[in-house]
């Protein structure tokens, strides 16, 4: 077990008498050994949980008679109990589009949907309440933890407005600031921004934490204002984030330009979205510095910025959603793509020589650490992530007693992850408090939160509906030219059109 967790087990043993304490008794319990990084599967085990951190894990023979005074139990006799999914990269604000951008390129979305076409038409009501509300969503689908790189930093209002949702949601977010160079608020405004809300009570009692995003290190800005920016990262964000979509794309945020800076060997780790055409030699300096990528399998399938390398850095990989306004908001549905998606790339090779492939690629523990362990691993946080004694009580029951879809399952990995879906989520709890309870979300401001939300997507809507699908020619600001794919066609006879768009 790692020391911090050994001591945080410690600190819960000797306070069990006034804490809060729940049993899971009865599953299937996923949990994890982090001595030797393997997954433990407990059948008819039981989970004790004592205020945010899970204080017993038990086998099917243990007596269960000691337990602390008041404690709760809750049974989950043929059931399946996981940790709860971590996401590595979201734009939670962006809820209010949702099926608008359902065949969006990403050269398209930039232009369309992304933080600067949106900054005009968003006041800090849209964003307030579509994080919320996205929050919300991701929690019911059993995203416990969220890093969010939060572009809607236009103004003081609408980055109080991300954070405060944030914190309101209940759920554990890395809530990363994006320092950007939008119109009218400058990088001066920003960080002063930043730093109240750093030095402010916001957070106190909350699972919120704060982070920085920055996308612009090879951007030729001023030396002093990007030291200014790490500084600032180094002295109040639990992380750093940053898109990495390099090749034709251009977004040169690569792991040797941060290296310029120094900031990839400090304490606070570095999230790198996508990693599209990320060279070996910024393969290897991630794992000599132990920082991540975030795959978005649904993302970069969606809008092409590809991820060809990604299946050589799985080692240092984690999985995130990106964004959930165009497709699944689920981490569980980008796990089960990027395991057949290796699969299939990797069977696809061996078949392209004229050979028969006898061993399976990728395994169901391997895409479930990934949608789990590796998400801690990359926010440097070993308390995330997975069931072990000392680790937060971010937790999963799948109700695998009563779901058609896990009726007669024997492997519980194998049942999430390849027949489970969303709705087959029967509790979640974040810190040990519940989120959802009996499928159903507990947020009593739920109704409310809902119609305020569609009140704000109307409006927010109408005006996209309202404006006109960019024509995109000529070189992008890379310098590289943009074409248009192929589109492909299901119904027979030549220009029988690409399809309709609903809206």
């Not at 001591?7 to 050994?33: E, M, P, R, Y």
């Not at 337990?67 to 399946?80: A, C, F, K, Y």
């Not at 038409?121 to 849209?126: I, L, M, S």
């Not at 997975?386 to 007669?408: F, H, Q, T, Y």
Request: net charge negative; proline share 4%.
């Amino acid at each position: 077990m790692h020391t911090s967790l050994t001591i945080a087990a410690l600190g819960l043993c000797a306070g069990l008498c006034n804490a809060s304490s729940k049993l899971f008794h009865g599953g299937t319990i996923v949990a994890f050994d982090s001595d030797s990084e393997s997954l433990r599967v407990i059948r008819n085990g039981s989970l004790l949980v004592t205020d945010d951190r899970i204080a017993g894990v038990y086998e099917s023979n243990a007596t269960l008679s000691n337990m602390p005074n008041g404690t709760e139990r809750i049974d989950v006799s043929h059931q399946i109990v996981t940790p709860g999914f971590i996401d590595t990269h979201r734009h939670g604000w962006q809820t209010a589009l949702k099926t608008l951008g359902s065949n969006t390129s990403l050269a398209e979305y930039l232009l369309r949907y992304g933080e600067f076409a949106a900054q005009p038409n968003y006041t800090p009501e849209d964003v307030y309440i579509g994080q919320l509300a996205g929050l919300y969503e991701a929690l019911n689908a059993g995203v416990t933890t969220t890093l969010d790189h939060a572009h809607h930093t236009w103004s003081n209002e609408t980055s109080y407005a991300g954070l405060n949702a944030s914190i309101e949601s209940g759920a554990r977010v890395f809530w990363s600031y994006a320092l950007h160079g939008v119109p009218g608020y400058s990088y001066s405004e920003q960080m002063a921004n930043f730093r109240d809300m750093a030095q402010s009570d916001l957070l106190e009692g909350s699972p919120t934490e704060l982070g920085l995003a920055f996308d612009y290190w090879s951007a030729g800005l001023e030396d002093e204002l990007v030291e200014e920016i790490v500084d600032l990262a180094l002295e109040h964000a639990s992380v750093l984030t940053t898109h990495l979509v390099s090749g034709p794309w251009g977004f040169e945020n690569v792991p040797s330009a941060l290296h310029r800076y120094n900031i990839l060997n400090t304490s606070v780790p570095v999230v790198f979205s996508h990693g599209s055409y990320i060279s070996a030699s910024d393969i290897q300096l991630l794992r000599r510095t132990n920082q991540y990528i975030s795959i978005t399998p649904e993302s970069e399938m969606h809008y092409g910025h590809t991820h060809e390398e990604s299946f050589y850095i799985v080692d240092q990989g984690s999985l995130g959603v990106d964004t959930h306004f165009t497709f699944s908001t689920d981490i569980l549905t980008q796990a089960r793509l990027w395991l057949q998606h290796a699969r299939y790339r990797f069977y696809n090779y061996i078949g392209s020589q004229l050979e028969v492939p006898t061993t399976n690629p990728m395994s169901v523990a391997q895409a479930f650490k990934l949608a789990t362990r590796a998400g801690g691993l990359a926010l440097r946080r070993p308390d995330l992530g997975i069931i072990e004694v000392g680790a937060k009580a971010d937790l999963v029951v799948w109700n695998a007693r009563d779901s058609p879809a896990l009726l007669g399952w024997v492997d519980p990995i194998a049942a999430v992850i390849l027949h489970a879906s969303v709705g087959d989520i029967l509790h979640v709890t974040v810190d040990g408090n519940f989120v959802k309870r009996d499928g159903r979300l507990v947020a009593s401001e739920y109704p409310t939160v809902r119609e305020r939300f569609l009140a704000s997507a109307e409006r927010i809507q109408a005006i996209w509906r309202d404006e006109p699908i960019p024509v995109i020619e000529g070189p992008a600001s890379s310098g590289f030219d943009q074409v248009p794919t192929r589109q492909v066609d299901s119904q027979r006879g030549n220009g029988t059109g690409y399809g309709e768009v609903f809206i």
